[in-house]
């Protein structure tokens, strides 16, 4: 399988081919992966249109009678087949609208067991007493360790209250409901070794089977000694460390120029140098040997800040815009500028300005000021997070603030008709109208919608006009009603 690595320029050629082909360009109609990258590298689907210059598509609700119309076309086209898979579109709105499949197939007249998506197997009381005497029949443990079976299990709760009282209604002996403890011996713990040995799985015997493990350290002490007893292993031998082995082993992976670190290809070897050495990097330079390529040790750091300050590279520049050698100066140096210090180098980095601390004094003068520019006092919380911070350390919230340097910021009082008003203005200055947008710039508006409307369904079928899709396939985008245009 071959996998698409997206980019942002990647995202919107796809985007433009498939614009230009008539591809419906609503969120599920391409390519999931296009959906999804478009999301990852511009936040939103509408973002990524607008990007790509195609024009941002408003699909309007469709109200019940098209819903069922379209449900008819779809089960016509696919008699007997899965709706969810046939249009996913049409089954999401179908579960909004009337609450589910099952309610608009009743509605058509149709029969839901007809259709894959409303088959559900129902245990009944009859069906479970069936079901635990047929198993006990043939020979099988009826406990719900041996069925195995949590719906069964929860059926049988909800029927009966318990496990047993199921067990003791279909006629069984309730010591039957009890899972068998088995009697650990010796030799029956090494017979399970042995068995589990034969079926290749003796390393998950801790994790899938905990009896036999405990059994184990029980009798024998240790699970190894369990191992020796049923003859299926042996104890491997501890390793010394030593300072001779250690270089040895360092030396032959360097040779090696194994493509993964010491910890990740020899993780005693690893544990065993930074036991002693306390790092990789500090081992390689006390014993002289050249690192990987990876490896940053920090004669490698200054060396490479020196070479690429050479090369013409901004020192300002975190890393040099390299995320890797910044991590590293970072990490072995404290930060980036101190590395740049010990490289020599301190005189070529300018120290930034300092964080302006705030006082009382200094958040009524920036909030003056951003009232002077002509700016919203409610568009602080997103354009300025650190004077909406610092009003609410000094003032408790941000209308305290307001009010001691002289301004009103009250809240909006919204009604229907403003809330109205407002989606139109956005959609008027070519702003998303979507959940996602409108919580992001406007909260309160978000808020509003809500409480007055309980969705956005509501106020998108207030505002746009319904249109019918043209013979490209592409979407138009439904201009608002105005005193003039309605």
């Known amino acids: 399988m071959v996998y698409t690595r997206w980019s942002p320029d990647s995202v919107i050629q796809k985007l433009q081919e498939l614009h230009k082909q ?42 019940k009678e098209k819903l069922l119309n379209d449900l008819r076309e779809c089960i016509a086209q696919n008699p007997g087949g899965s709706i969810r898979k046939a249009n996913l579109s049409l089954y999401i709105s179908l579960q909004r609208r009337l609450g589910s499949l099952e309610v608009a197939l009743k509605i058509l007249g149709l029969s839901p067991d007809d259709f894959p998506e409303c088959r559900r197997f129902r245990w009944t009381r009859s069906l479970i007493i069936d079901h635990l005497q047929k198993v006990h029949a043939a020979g099988e443990w009826v406990n719900k360790t041996g069925l195995g079976d949590r719906k069964l299990s929860a059926a049988a709760f909800n029927h009966f209250g318990s496990w047993r009282k199921a067990v003791v209604a279909a006629g069984l002996d309730p010591r039957l409901a009890r899972t068998p403890a088995r ?5 029956f713990v090494i017979e399970g070794i042995i068995e589990r040995h034969k079926q290749g799985n003796l390393k998950a015997t801790f994790r899938e089977d905990r009896p036999l493990f405990s059994a184990g350290l029980h009798y024998f002490g240790t699970w190894y000694k369990a191992l020796n007893a049923a003859g299926v292993a042996e104890r491997p031998e501890f390793r010394v460390w030593t300072d001779a082995r250690i270089n040895k082993e360092l030396r032959d992976w360097a040779k090696r120029k194994a493509k993964r670190g010491v910890r990740t290809e020899t993780p005693k070897l690893g544990a065993a140098v ?95 000021r951003w009232h002077i520019q002509g700016r919203a006092l409610s ?28 301004l009103d910021a009250s809240r909006t009082q919204w ?51 319904q249109v019918e899709t043209p013979a490209g396939g592409v979407n138009q985008v439904h201009q608002p009603k105005t005193k003039e245009g309605a």
Request: net charge positive; aromatic share 10%; proline share 4%.
């Open 183 to 187: 009697k650990w011996s010796k030799q």
């Open 415 to 465: 009604t229907r008709e403003l809330v109205i008003q407002r989606v139109r203005q956005r959609v008027t200055q070519g702003l998303s109208i979507s959940s996602t947008a409108i919580g992001r710039d406007e909260p309160s508006l978000a808020g509003a919608i809500w409480r007055y409307f309980g969705n956005y369904t509501e106020v998108r079928s207030l505002i746009y006009q």
């Open 274 to 368: 930074a036991k002693k050495y306390g790092s990789i990097d500090k081992a390689l330079e006390e014993l002289g040997i050249a690192p990987q390529p990876r490896n940053w040790t920090k004669r490698r750091i200054i060396e490479e800040i020196q070479n690429r300050y050479l090369s013409g590279a901004n020192l300002q520049l975190s890393g040099c815009g390299d995320i890797h050698l910044a991590e590293a100066a970072k990490r072995h140096f404290g930060s980036w500028r101190s590395a740049i210090v010990v490289a020599g180098l301190g005189s070529k980095h300018q120290v930034g300005p300092e964080r302006l601390s705030w006082s009382k004094a200094k958040v009524v003068d920036a909030i003056q």
């Open 379 to 406: 568009a602080v919380y997103q354009d300025n997070t650190r004077l909406y911070e610092a009003a609410k350390l000094h003032f408790g919230n941000w209308r305290n603030a307001c009010r001691a340097a002289g």
């Open 22 to 63: 008539g591809t419906p360009l609503r969120s599920d109609g391409p390519n999931v992966s296009v959906y999804r990258a478009a999301r990852q590298y511009f936040g939103s689907w509408a973002a990524a249109l607008k990007a790509a210059g195609i024009p941002c598509y408003f699909q309007v609700p469709r109200s």
